[in-house]
């Protein structure tokens, strides 16, 4: 394995907006970024079973600009502070013939870590394993607490076709629960336990699913995602019996004359709260030919609760126009009943230090502001995952594009948003 290094870049080249005295070690607040010399992706984000953090993350391998691209997954396991503790590289070094990207992480209940992604193998293995060599398949992968002892599922429903996991849960059961993509066209859920696998398909217009799948209270399956039917674009939401073909519910929550799209959503209350971009201004009027944050909340079958947007305009000024792509990346249900949207925002509307940085936008019940924070590097910050803490704290993940190069990046925030 190569040898790891996770740099901190100087306060002077990747200084936090607004924020100083950053202090690596045990800070109670942070930043931090990893980094082994490849491309690396963030892709997933979950607190460990000590109260550290597990990231999953793809990274790019090309020795030198004639070799051929390889894809790994990454797993890095942190303390509380985001020192790392470990790491670990899928396939290992040696495997030249298999690429593995992740999309999703769950902690497993009964120990170590789910991940959910695709494989490719470019070579023809044998009938019985890999007939379509070069073709993705949906990967599940299980490893322990140290990330060893990998343990590798495949999924193919049509074989020859296409096929990527997007998400994984963990039911009541302990069994896995894979969501994943074939095409544009169809989603499948898969139910892994010990004694079978039983795989339905649900069709119903152009989708892209959010990384995320939830099981409600009565052990069904929730997902969702943007979709595109009959000339609508809106949030597909959709709940099923885990080997059911049939649903309970498949919503394309749309405005008509306007387009939304869902990039991630949390439960809240009995229904749930969705993140992520409309052209549709507060208060209506034509469609804008920008995004701005989308909050959709719905009932717990599906029903439209609220819909509104958080845009950067300032209505009383000429100032400060908002003409940029603005999306809500990642949303999470906060303790005192709120919720917490992260994005990544164009610097210029926030007065950042240029590209893009992270923006946290707190809301309560009924949608209103609390507060707001921003911060990021010089370079382009692009938002992932966050998660709250027990004490009210805030960890999220992102991906720093300095150059050529992408950089993991960890960041824990107080209560209000801010790093000591």
């Known amino acids: 394995m190569r040898k790891f290094y996770t740099f901190c870049l100087s306060i002077l080249l990747l ?33 460990a079973s000590d109260g550290g953090f597990i990231i999953a993350a793809t990274t790019t391998i090309k020795k030198t600009d004639a070799d051929i691209a390889r894809t790994k997954i990454k797993l890095i396991k942190t303390d509380k502070s985001g020192n790392p503790l470990w790491q670990q590289l899928y396939p290992a070094f040696g495997v030249d013939s298999l690429d593995y990207t992740a999309s999703s992480i769950q902690v497993n209940p009964a120990g170590g870590y789910v991940i959910i992604g695709d494989v490719i193998d470019s070579k023809k293995q044998g009938a019985t ?41 963990i039911d009541a059961n302990g069994n896995i629960l894979a969501l994943s993509t074939q095409g544009t066209q169809t989603m499948i859920l898969t139910r892994i336990s010990t004694v ?61 004359g306007y387009s939304l799209s869902g990039f991630d ?26 995004t701005d944050i989308l909050f959709y909340l719905t009932t717990a079958d599906g029903q439209t609760s609220r819909v509104t947007s958080f845009p950067f305009d300032d209505p009383t000024t000429p100032q400060n126009e908002d003409n940029q792509i603005d999306a809500g990346n990642a949303i999470t249900s906060t ?41 990021g590097s010089k370079f382009k910050d692009d938002a992932v995952a966050i998660r709250q803490l027990s004490d009210g704290s805030y960890v999220a993940l992102g991906t720093t594009t300095q150059g050529s190069l992408k950089i993991l990046t960890l960041f824990k925030t107080n209560g209000n948003g801010k790093i000591d």
């Open 335 to 375: 303790l005192d009943g709120g919720l917490i949207f992260l994005s990544s925002v164009n610097s210029a509307a926030i007065e950042g230090r240029g590209d893009s940085d992270f923006y946290l936008i707190k809301i309560d019940a009924f949608g209103n502001k609390i507060w707001t924070s921003s911060f």
């Open 196 to 256: 079978d696998t039983i795989s339905n398909a649900y069709t119903g217009g152009a989708t892209t699913l959010a990384n995320k799948l939830l099981i409600d209270n009565a052990g069904k399956a929730v997902w969702s995602g943007t979709a595109t039917a009959s000339g609508l674009t809106g949030v597909r939401l959709l709940r099923t019996i885990p080997t059911s073909p049939t649903v309970d519910f498949d919503l394309l929550l749309n405005e008509p």
């Open 129 to 169: 394993v890999n007939t379509f060599p070069g073709v993705s398949r949906g990967l599940v992968l299980l490893v322990d607490d140290a990330g060893l002892n990998p343990k590798t599922l495949s999924l193919q429903f049509t074989p020859g076709l296409a096929q990527k996991g997007k998400a994984v849960a």
């Open 15 to 47: 200084s936090c907006l607004s924020e100083s005295n950053v202090d690596p070690g045990s800070s109670a607040t942070f930043i931090r970024y990893y980094n082994g010399g490849n491309n690396d992706e963030s892709k997933a984000l979950e607190i």
């Open 265 to 290: 959503f949390c439960k809240y209350g009995l229904g749930y709260a969705i993140a992520g971009a409309t052209n549709q201004k507060p208060g209506g009027g034509p469609a804008s030919t920008d």
